[in-house]
């Protein structure tokens, strides 16, 4: 199983939007509603923001948003702030053999 | 609230062996199901298997197969990840994380490093 491909950064001034694809395929986030996001600053573990494509776990802000078409999915982050600097991950479902898919990961810079 | 709590870090030299160990607390393992996630320096996140207790069993990502054993001990409510034949690359932080709902991790352990080194 591959990993599922994100660009390596992507920059915004504060008070920006800004979007994080996650590309893969039909065995992993085209073919299940299972993608989640994961937010790692320097030093800590992840932690999740987004799941099911698109909800989000108590006390994460509604800055963050996730979608998916097709094969790929995304994350929003409206009102960028200096906080929101950290890389991001995308994971799905691949199925039973193979069932956690990790992205390669997004640096997100707050210019 | 569940805690995953991990043994401390390790050096170990090439062709050796390695146990990590995880403890839950505020739950019991019987009901959850956990996994092993690893983050090399500078890298991004791999999963390596995980075990559930449902089945009693884990599973592994083919490529840690026969090299990455996860056995849990459900009456200290521990996990333990051992992992043969270390190289350099095997070098890399190691969380345990629980497995919520809809396949996502939503509990981290506070990593457990590991080196590599002659």
């Known amino acids: 199983q591959s990993a599922l491909t994100q660009p390596a950064s992507v920059s915004g001034s504060p008070g920006q939007s800004i979007t994080v694809s996650c590309a893969g395929t039909?065995?992993?986030?085209?073919?299940?509603?299972?993608v989640s996001w994961y937010q790692q600053h320097p030093g800590t573990v992840p932690k999740l923001i987004i799941y099911?494509?698109?909800k989000r776990p108590s006390g994460v802000s509604n800055r963050f948003s996730g979608s998916k078409s097709g094969n790929r999915a995304s994350l929003t982050i409206s009102g960028l702030q200096a906080d929101d600097e950290a890389d991001y991950y995308c994971s799905s479902y691949g199925g039973s053999s193979f069932p956690y898919v990790f992205g390669t990961g997004t640096k997100v810079t707050v210019l | 609230q569940v805690q995953l709590t991990q043994s401390g870090a390790e050096v170990k030299k090439p062709g050796s062996s390695v146990k990590v160990s995880c403890k839950a607390s505020g739950g019991t393992l019987n009901i959850y199901s956990i996994s092993w996630v690893r983050q090399g320096p500078g890298q991004g996140l791999e999963w390596m298997g995980g075990f559930n207790p449902m089945f009693g069993a884990a599973t592994y990502s083919q490529k840690f197969q026969g090299r990455v054993t996860i056995i849990a001990d459900e009456s200290t409510s521990t996990v333990n990840m051992e992992m043969s034949s270390l190289t350099f690359d095997d070098t890399a932080m190691y969380y345990c994380?629980?497995?919520?709902?809809?396949?996502?991790?939503?509990?981290w352990g506070q990593g457990s490093l590991v080196t590599v080194s002659s």
């Open positions: 099911e494509n698109n």
């Open positions: 994380v629980r497995e919520g709902s809809s396949w996502t991790f939503d509990h």
């Open positions: 039909t065995n992993d986030v085209g073919g299940y509603n299972l």
